[in-house]
């Protein structure tokens, strides 16, 4: 089983940006990939941004790419997502999970994170 810590959620105004961790313990031999969700209210969670945790092949969402980079440091066990640019269509509760498998859904992430909202105000 691997524990996972996120950190870093918050209020920023609309342009501005924000960096989320990501700590992970316990099985982390056992990561393939970690992802960050985000679930607005009343819509579904949605894979934002996604890396492999040995090889950092990486994968966005749409509506996210050339504003956030997602990354990880392996020897910290750590992932992170710097989100720049941020719009209010950004406002979500994030998580961070991780997969033995590299895959988009969430039921293929088997380890969560408790989520930390971000919001972004216009």
């Known amino acids: 089983q691997v524990q996972l810590v996120e950190s870093g959620g918050g209020l920023v105004q609309a342009g501005g940006s924000l960096r989320l961790s990501c700590a992970a313990s316990?099985?982390?031999?056992?990561?393939?990939?970690m992802g960050w969700f985000r679930q607005a209210p009343g819509k579904e969670r949605e894979l934002v941004a996604a890396?492999?945790?040995?090889?950092?092949?990486?994968y966005y969402r749409d509506s996210v790419k050339g504003r956030f980079t997602i990354s990880r440091d392996n020897a910290k066990n750590t992932g992170y997502l710097q989100m720049n640019s941020l719009k209010p269509e950004d406002t979500a509760v994030y998580y961070c999970?991780?997969?033995?498998?590299?895959?988009?859904?969430?039921?293929?992430?088997?380890?969560w994170g408790q989520g930390t909202q971000v919001t972004v105000s216009s």
């Open positions: 999970a991780t997969s033995p498998r590299w895959g988009p859904r969430p039921y293929e992430y088997d380890s």
């Open positions: 890396v492999r945790w040995t090889e950092g092949i990486t």
């Open positions: 316990g099985r982390t031999s056992s990561i393939y990939a």
